[in-house]
T-cell receptor
Framework: GDSVTQMEGPVTLSEEAFLTINCTYT??????LFWYVQYPGEGLQLLLK?????DKGSNKGFEATYRKETTSFHLEKGSVQVSDSAVYFC??????????????FGQGTILTVHP | SAVISQKPSRDICQRGTSLTIQCQVD?????MFWYRQQPGQSLTLIAT?????????ESGFVIDKFPISRPNLTFSTLTVSNMSPEDSSIYLC??????????FGPGTRLLVL
């Protein structure tokens, strides 16, 4: 079945540091890929998405490129802020059959940014 | 995007009791999903609820434990039955949106004593 693997966490960075959170996936079809963010005490928010190979999703300075050849969707940001401290989830969406729309999540990566 | 509300936002319950969680959407949607997020864990899909049909449950989840209703295109309920401390989790509903995007409610934080 489908699966998503994220890099081990937690990740602790200083403000303005470069961020990479690795995400790889296994899927039988051609899934859409997502990054969701969960700020402390809040629900999940969609951060960015990509629906086909070589698409780049971007939002709030974050970027991720759908790499079919390496089955990856790594999240990057050039300069993190304290306000980026949150849990980040990589996810994929099945495209067909009875599982249409189902999201499969990675385990989540806790990011803490210090001033 | 869709605006989703859940009730209650949090609750503390005694073991053996049941709790019904409501999910309300501000627009008509075909597909609604219920997820569970156990403490420190990722999200796991419980079931898919489409209006006019029985909910489809994922492996490890059964209707007797998590009955779901979907009476119309803007509303769904999830009941956690005969609760035990292991059911302490955040329960989230989500709806399918444009280009397969899902939007999530704020979650219901459940503690079972």
């Amino acid at each position: 079945g489908d699966s998503v693997t994220q890099m081990e966490g937690p990740v602790t960075l200083s403000e303005e540091a470069f961020l990479t959170i690795n995400c790889t996936y296994t899927a039988t079809g051609y899934p859409s890929l997502f990054w969701y963010v969960q700020y402390p005490g809040e629900g999940l928010q969609l951060l960015l998405k990509a629906t086909k190979a070589d698409d780049k999703g971007s939002n709030k300075g974050f970027e991720a490129t759908y790499r079919k050849e390496t089955t990856s969707f790594h999240l990057e940001k050039g300069s993190v802020q304290v306000s980026d401290s949150a849990v980040y989830f990589c996810a994929l969406s099945d495209q067909g059959g009875t599982s249409y729309g189902k999201l499969t999540f990675g385990q989540g990566t806790i990011l803490t940014v210090h001033p | 995007s869709a605006v989703i509300s859940q009730k209650p936002s949090r609750d503390i319950c005694q073991r053996g009791t049941s709790l019904t969680i409501q999910c309300q959407v501000d627009s008509q949607v075909t597909m609604m999903f219920w997820y569970r997020q156990q403490p420190g864990q990722s999200l796991t899909l419980i079931a898919t609820a489409n209006q006019g049909s029985e909910a489809t449950y994922e492996s490890g989840f059964v209707i007797d434990k998590f009955p779901i209703s979907r009476p119309n295109l803007t509303f769904s309920t999830l009941t956690v039955s005969n609760m035990s401390p292991e059911d302490s989790s955040i329960y989230l509903c989500s709806v399918g949106g444009l280009v397969e995007t899902q939007y999530f409610g704020p979650g219901t934080r459940l503690l079972v004593l």
